[in-house]
């Protein structure tokens, strides 16, 4: 896809790989509509874009709020024109708990924003995604979809269920102009956990050093991260996997899901909280 003087909504472009995303889209000569539910991290987004901050259009929305996404595609429309891809990045964990301990309203709070949000989006995008002469669409899911991680796994299903739904739009829409990515990121250097609300940056700290006994576990950078999926886009890819430990893990779970699931409990078993 000819990435120049199209235009890609995003969601969770406030933060994280989102944010990198639409920086570098518009780096690239397209327009972005950024949505997110933090005011304050659209306009640092659009601050960070510099003199091409004009390409961006912020708009502050709930995406498991249906009316509010459903008046999104009026909205893009009016600031851009056109829209020619949308990318699913929003998403929050849960605590790190097990599902045990673990309440409905948190639980619900995870499938609404993972799962529901990204339908909610989708279902009122397509419609103006298949008009166009080539199109986007990109679901970032998780390591988590296939590779458990114990405390993880409402977050763990709902990224699962947004990898299934990624494989069955590509081949209901196999016969169009839109092309369907899924992104699978492994660890990535964002603050996810603090933007979900589960915990603080100094317990978030805490928690990682007593996991990996005060050695940081090694990440891929948002701006990588952000870069892959740029290139995605460009090359109409079917899935990607960021990170070495995303595609090693996809590897392993394909050929012994159990060991898999083993070698995850042994590295993560102590963020349990």
Not at 19 to 32: H, I, N, T
Not at 34 to 40: F, Q, R
Not at 190 to 197: F, H, V
Request: glycine residues 10%; hydrophobic residues 45%; charged residues 15%.
């Amino acid at each position: 896809m000819q990435i120049s003087g199209k235009v890609f909504a995003i969601t969770g472009a406030g933060n994280g790989m989102g944010r990198e995303v639409a920086l570098q889209l518009v780096a690239k000569g397209a327009r972005v509509a950024a949505l997110d539910v933090s005011e304050a991290g659209l306009a640092e987004t659009v601050s960070l874009a510099g003199a091409k901050g004009g390409s961006i259009s912020t708009h502050v929305v709930d995406i498991t709020d249906r009316a509010q996404v459903e008046a999104l595609p009026a909205a893009i429309i009016a600031a851009h024109g056109q829209v020619d891809g949308l990318l699913n990045v929003a998403g929050i964990i849960q605590k790190f708990v097990p599902v045990a301990d673990l309440g409905f309203d948190q639980i619900e709070r995870v499938i609404n924003v993972n799962l529901y949000g990204t339908i909610n989006t989708i279902k009122v995008f397509l419609p103006e995604l298949v008009t166009r002469p080539e199109a986007a669409l990109v679901n970032v899911a998780s390591m988590g979809a296939y590779a458990p991680v114990p405390g993880q796994s409402i977050y763990g299903a709902t990224k699962a269920a947004v990898a299934q739904l990624s494989r069955s739009l590509h081949s209901e829409l196999m016969s169009t102009n839109v092309a369907v990515t899924g992104v699978f990121p492994g660890a990535i250097g964002t603050n996810i956990a603090a933007n979900s609300g589960v915990m603080t940056a100094a317990e978030l700290e805490a928690l990682a050093a007593k996991a990996g006994e005060g050695k940081a576990r090694k990440t891929t950078s948002p701006q990588e991260a952000g870069r892959q999926i740029v290139e995605a886009i460009e090359k109409g890819s079917y899935e990607i996997f960021i990170g070495q430990d995303a595609a090693f893990m996809s590897r392993l779970s394909r050929l012994s899901p159990k060991r898999a699931a083993a070698l995850i409990y042994s590295q993560m078993k102590d963020l349990l909280g």
